[in-house]
Every structure is written in C-alpha cells, then in structure tokens.
C-alpha cells in the first residue's frame, strides 16, 4: 500500500494566520490526492481533490498544490471555523486508498 | 440534497456478526460507486470495501484485514446497501461512514458521506 505522511500532526495558529499542511506519498501517485477536513465529532468533508481543485462551495482560502510525491494544503487566512483535523489521501492505488495520518489544527 | 444515513451499529462480542445499513436519497445507490471507512476513537482514517455501480458490474473490494469477513450487498428496491460484518475483532470497533465515490478516469475522490454508525466489539 502507498503511505501516506503528514506534518505537523497537530498545529496551532491564531485566526488570521497563514497555514500550511504537508503531505507526502510514499511512491509517486501523480496528482491522485484529494484533502478533507473533519470537525470532532462529525464525518469527514472533501475540500480540495486532484491536489489543487476546490470543490464547490468551499471558501477559496484553501488552496493545495502539488505532483508526485509532495502536496501542501494551505488556508491563507484562519478563521474559527477552521480549526479541525486535516486528512489527505491518495486515490492513485484504487481500491486500495490511503489517507495520512491526519492534522490537528488547534487555535493558540 | 443528497443525503446518506448509517445505521445498525451497536455493541457485539469478539466473534459475532452485525450488519451495517446505508440508505440513500436523493441519489440512486446501484448507479453509484460507494465505500465504507472507518474511524477508530481517537484514530485515523481506513477504507474498509468499496462496491462498483451496476453499470460497471458491481463488484467488490476489501482491504487485507477485513477480507474474507466483510461483505457488501445492495436492495435496489430500498436504495440500501448493506455491510455485513462477520467474524469480528476488538480492533473493528469504529465509526463506519458510507461514502460515495466520484470516479472518472481524472478523479477518484469520497465525496458524499453520511454520519456515521459506531461500531463497538467487546466482551
């Protein structure tokens, strides 16, 4: 199975601040990397897939790029409702996805 | 608005069997590729199976620790599908979210997901 790494595993930042999440494959997987982001308690929801396309409806202070082995998930300025867990995942290896071990991004 | 709902979770012994429901609507499960993930507490999270659409032929896939103990099924007359869990391990206990999946030959993302069913296995 691809491997899926991301750093930092947790975060904190204030509301207003630029923030950055990696994620990292252990193979190349192209551009197959989709972002989610989940709030406690709640399911999971799809931000950004083909590592750089927003799905609509979601505020365009996400952005992620990336190819190959290294994506980055950036939101350029923090707002309340986006301190949450992060979670990337590779779609490359269908069926067999995988998704990192998560970011959990706390207000300092 | 599409909406999918999880249910049948609950408590069941190490070894026993329960079956998870994820019905539909707005959306015509056997026209749609779905998956199930799971969510241990406190952990990340898994795939666990995935079944085809009808059009593609249905069929389906398990990831190695729960092949052979989980299936997948559909009754297209109550736009259900249903996970059936057999043989189970402590280490299944989770959330279960069903999941759609957006396919084409581009994009392969989980985009609709219902809220989940928690799964405890314990003696």
């Known amino acids: 199975d691809i491997q899926m790494t991301q750093s930092p595993s947790s975060l904190s930042a204030s509301i207003g601040d630029r923030v950055t999440i990696t994620c990292r494959a252990s193979q190349s997987i192209s551009n197959f990397l989709n972002w989610y982001q989940q709030k406690p308690g709640k399911a999971p929801k799809l931000l950004i897939f083909?590592?750089?396309t927003l799905k609509s409806g979601v505020p365009s202070r996400f952005s992620g790029v990336g190819s190959g082995t290294d994506f980055t998930l950036t939101i350029s300025s923090l707002q309340p409702e986006d301190f949450a867990t992060y979670y990337c995942?590779?779609?490359?290896?269908?069926?067999?996805?995988?998704f990192g071990q998560g970011t959990r991004l706390e207000i300092k | 608005e599409v909406q999918l709902v999880e249910s049948g979770g609950g408590l069941v012994k190490p070894g026993g069997s329960l079956r998870l429901s994820c019905t539909a609507s707005?959306?015509?499960?056997?026209?749609?590729?779905v998956t199930w993930v799971r969510q241990a507490p406190g952990k990340g999270l898994e795939w666990v199976g995935r079944i085809k659409r009808k059009t593609d032929g249905g069929t389906t896939d398990f990831p190695a620790p729960v092949k052979g103990r989980f299936t997948i099924s559909r009754d297209d007359s109550k736009n259900t599908l249903f996970l059936q869990m057999n043989s189970l391990k402590t280490e299944d206990t989770a959330v279960y979210y069903c999941t759609t999946i957006y396919v084409t030959q581009n994009y392969y993302y989980m985009d609709v997901w219902g809220k989940g069913t928690t799964v405890t296995v314990s003696s």
């Open positions: 707005e959306l015509t499960l056997a026209n749609t590729w």
């Open positions: 995942q590779q779609s490359y290896s269908t069926p067999s996805i995988t």
């Open positions: 083909a590592a750089s």
